[in-house]
């Protein structure tokens, strides 16, 4: 009978220090932001399980039919593993014939008999090869290696193992999900941007007409009036100004169209409203519409950045063209100070135009992705992109955008920024 109750506590005790590690396991890979801290984390706890001292992991690439090393740890001797396995290695065969066999999730360690090992290649063997498997998918392979030609210990806890297995497959299979959002945004955002850049580009030849023309006055005369020291030493100034003048132009341009991770810096919503309105200044001159600034003195500055709120801003403006035509109409663009309750600054940017309005049965809609309104083929012609990249963009900064519509008279969008007053 006391041998019994030892027994019993024994393996109450033992599920608890089980429970216990499954928990902490699980909460560290829920506090990882990059696929290769989880796998570097799921590798040392598959390592600590089985008691070996060495491993890798390796991670199934979505657009190709093999495996890359993605972490190691231990022997100096696992850079001669191979740096990827493809799906017909004999290994990745036997796993994957493994998993078809087992239609429900208990998979386990592939281990050989009497203690030998697994090849990897010519050169490197290892002792044993755990599939994580998501959804019926094999993603990843932990590989566990032993320096030591012969290997006595057993594998225990097969249970705790495959729920660790399982749990780590379910946390890389996310992650990887989430890296295949992340970067349909971000070719998303850059499709939009250079969608911009003909407006952007007119606008540019336009900015920089004047500077080339002092500079160019100045070459056709410098011949003639160097003697003249006042003439060169006013002209010089001017020109080197125009020269820097079109330089920042320049620098604008090749950051609005490279995409570059998201950078805060302290910004005056005023002064990027305007640099924003001078790059259509021409487009909306062409077409006969005119551009209203009411932008409030005193603004308190906001932390955002710059070049994604110029996307967002450029957009806007440009769907407000859009929407009156060819017809004369008017923008309006207005900043103003807002309090919010409890106390918080924030700041508006209200774009009006006098288009033709959207209907009520769009307005729900037109944050959706691939969601357009404009059916006309050429530079009208729209991809649905710029207004869910936006309202992304703008939740991303802590704001918020709203829209009015009235059919025949108009659509006022307001974005509303947290300034850091």
Known sequence: MTDQIVTHVAIDQSASESLQR???????????????????????????IVQYPAGMLY????????????????????????????????LTDQLIRNLQQHNDSCYGLLKPQHGGSLALSDDFRVRAAIPLVSKGRLIAIALLHMDTAADSQSVEHADLLTTMAQIAANALDSMLVYEDLRQSQTLMRRTDRLRSLE?????????????????????????????????????????????????????????YARYMEPKLTEEDINDLVSSCLYFIDVKARSRGIRIEKELASGLPRVMLDRQQMKQVLLNLFLNALDAIGEHT????????????????????????????????????????????????????EGTGLGLAIAHQIIREHR?????????????????NLPSIA
């Open 329 to 380: 109409g008017m923008l309006r663009v207005k900043t103003v100070a807002m309090m919010k309750p409890k106390g918080t600054a924030w700041i508006q940017i209200e774009v009006e135009d006098t288009g033709h309005g959207i209907s009520a049965a769009d307005l729900d809609h037109i944050f959706d992705p691939f969601f357009t309104t404009k059916h006309k083929s050429g530079e009208n």
């Open 399 to 415: 704001g918020t955008i709203q829209v009015q519509s009235t059919v025949g008279s108009g659509t006022t969008f307001r974005v």
């Open 22 to 48: 499954i928990t902490r396991f699980s909460r560290d890979l829920g506090q990882l932001t990059t696929l290769s801290a989880i796998a570097q984390r799921v590798l040392l706890e598959l390592l600590e």
């Open 59 to 90: 991670l199934a690439e979505h657009e190709h039919a093999d495996f890359r090393r993605l972490v190691e740890h231990g022997s100096n001797q696992t850079h001669a593993a191979p740096a990827t396995l493809s799906l017909h290695h004999p």
């Open 199 to 255: 407006t952007i580009a007119g606008g540019f030849a336009h900015e920089i007409r004047n500077p080339l023309t002092s500079i160019k006055t100045f070459i056709q005369l410098a011949p003639e009036r160097k003697d003249d020291a006042e003439f060169i030493r006013d002209f010089s100034r001017i020109v080197l100004d125009d020269v820097y003048r079109i330089e920042r132009l320049i620098q604008e341009i090749l950051d």
